[in-house]
């Protein structure tokens, strides 16, 4: 009797263990699976900034390079080269 009293108390306590390890394990995984969205959110969002800051650069370093080696100029009505005179 004490030998299945005891298998018996050993199987519940090993049971309830293993059951607040899954709430604690799920709950992290759910922890886990927001971060990870909320980085996938923020590599979008620095990938935009990256490229607008691309294009502004390549549009200045352009226009450097139109008004030094090709003598034009940007024109202030409208954003576009023009050749000087």
């Given at each position: 009797m004490k030998l299945i009293s005891?298998?018996?108390?050993?199987t519940i306590a090993i049971w309830l263990t293993h059951n607040s390890y899954l709430v604690k394990i799920s709950k992290l995984e759910k922890a886990?699976?927001?971060?990870?969205?909320?980085?996938e959110d923020l590599k979008k969002d620095?990938?935009?900034?990256?490229l607008e800051y691309d294009k502004a650069a390549d549009l200045k370093k352009?226009?450097?390079?139109?008004?030094?080696?090709?003598?034009?100029?940007?024109?202030?009505?409208?954003?576009?080269?023009?050749?000087k005179k």
């Open positions: 005891g298998v018996i108390l050993i886990v699976i927001a971060e990870r969205k909320n980085l620095l990938n935009e900034k990256q352009l226009e450097l390079e139109m008004r030094e080696k090709r003598n034009m100029e940007t024109s202030k009505e409208v954003y576009y080269f023009k050749i």
